[in-house]
């Protein structure tokens, strides 16, 4: 069993720097799109032998230290109740967005085990056949919140905002209901072996500080606080970088960051005992290779002023990477931190 | 004369805070969509009467400080020789985008007073008509570069980077020719009358530091020392919140900031002796009367830790935006910051 990915979490000393990848199971990957074929993308969530399948298949192909459960941040939010579909044009689509009281009072209570039993028993099927360490997730409440406001994605996130400004308190209605179910969806995950869990807030950077200080952080402390001791929780405040001292105070034991901000500088302003989590620009594995690893040695060079570094993308790793480059990517960084390749190779 | 933004922008003492809005003249006054109503988009660009009308229409509707010119940031792009159109879905489109060395060969020098008359044309009227000080703009060269490689908008700007990436001295080739049309349009530009200029770098913000360091600054440093004491600077870096040390190397008399940052930390960043510019979130005009004038507060109060503040947006105002909310604004920022109201109320 390869630790060293919790270890970093837990900011213990390790041989080398774990990495892993951000959408590391997923449509660059030959393998991944020959089983997408046989299914559409929410049936392949909801079939624990091959949403297991996907989430094994990168650590095999790429050698990294963790593998992250392979689903979507919105299927907890079907669970509440709303009216999900994956639409290839528009992405994500919830037919019945939330936007007012009667909206938020319908939302029901997710009971995991019950109504989302395939997630726990993929987790099952994947502590018996992993390795290495198994990540869960979940989205954060703001994030979540903004999906179901919006009934998909957005650009100006309007109507989240609207509501934010307009109706305080039924979007902290939301929110805490929305938080209480992220606390009972991550809970399962790890009863049922999940050994780290991440809170992807992918769209929190749309937020000003003030705003993220007053409407979104509380719930991410209290996520957090629910967790403590258990297991490490990494949260990750994608476009949070110019904010990084609210992001912060989430207490959570490992900070995952996107690309735009220097590595040193974010573990200067987080504090040189954090445990930081990232932060190549995904589009840098278009580049030569040299080029490639020449980043990575800027990033772990700034990754050993935290306490300790789980090397990372600074977002998912996008549909057209060439395999071999996030191959070389994590060859790299073993190499160039500790030398983990001349044990495996 | 109303001179209060021309000497902030020069970090000069003011009676009250300068405002103006991105974007002022634009889809949600009913007064621009009349004028819209009879003309394509470009050719309300292109035509110095109707340009110099709507450029004028937000200054007695708002109240506000200064007028920026009404144009779009692709005019001299098209002038260059690309095939630009406006597409109502799409937005922009380059038909013709440039991934190579005969792209960036057939692109032809801007001469700003032949090619594009109509710009300098506009500012003359504009400076005959005016009371405020008249703001010139360009796209800064890594924005525009990204238009000229992609096409048009993008999500991931994959054909940017991989040009940025696989061939550097082609993509800084590129950078260079946009570079010196820049200068000579915002060149023709003062010399036609505008009194400031404001250089938008609208997507730098998908750059990591190192990179923004390497293939953008540089250019817009050579931007900024070309107008150096001739007309103040505005730089707006959107979305480089996180990377504000080098940001500042610009060297910009002002600079912009998007609402992603707590302006106190943004002045602490940059230094007391900094001119800034911003930044309140443009989806708060969609808020209450009160939290409008509660927020523009805080940003005023951040904005007094720095030499000289200009007030405005931390981004476009939103087509759907209120324009009684907008005017509250401008009213609540004269009257919070030194009493202009009662001067003209």
Known sequence: MNETFLKACRGE??????????????????????????VDFLTLCKTPELAAEVTLQPIEILGVDAAILFSDILI?????????????SKGPVLHNPVRDEAGVRTLRPVVP??????????????????????????GAPFTLATYM???????????TKRMMFQAPDLFASLME????????????????????????????????????????LPWVKKIVASFKGRVPVIY???????????????GADVYGLDWRIDMADA?????????????????????????????????????????????????????????????????????LSGGKRLQHG
């Not at 085990?113 to 979940?138: A, K, N, W």
């Not at 209480?180 to 749309?206: C, H, K, M, P, T």
């Not at 405040?237 to 001292?245: I, K, S, T």
């Open 13 to 38: 000393a390790v041989d080398y720097t774990p990495v892993w990848i951000m959408r590391q199971a997923g449509r660059y990957l030959p393998q991944y799109q020959k089983v997408r074929a046989k």
């Open 76 to 88: 907890p939010v079907e669970a509440m109740g709303m009216d999900l579909e994956f639409s290839e």
């Open 113 to 138: 085990e019950q109504d989302v039993p395939f997630v726990m028993d993929t987790v099952r099927l994947l502590r018996q056949r992993l390795q290495v360490p198994l990540i869960g997730f979940s």
């Open 149 to 159: 406001i919006e009934g998909g994605s957005s650009r100006n996130f309007l109507h």
């Open 177 to 216: 209901k929305i938080t209480e179910n992220v606390v009972s969806y991550l809970d399962a995950q790890i009863r049922a072996g999940a050994q780290a869990v991440q809170v992807f807030d992918s769209w929190v950077g749309v937020l000003s500080p003030r705003d993220f200080e007053y409407v979104a």
């Open 236 to 250: 990750f405040a994608f476009n949070g970088g110019a904010m990084l001292n609210r992001v912060k105070e989430a």
């Open 267 to 335: 573990v200067r302003q987080l504090g040189p005992d954090t445990v930081v989590q990232g932060n190549l620009d995904p589009c840098l594995l278009f580049g030569p290779r040299d080029e490639i690893r020449s980043r990575a040695a800027e990033v772990l060079k700034g990754g050993r002023t935290a306490r300790a570094h789980i090397f990372n993308l600074g977002h998912g790793i996008l549909p057209e990477t060439p395999v071999e480059n996030a191959i070389a990517l994590v060859e790299s960084v073993h190499e």
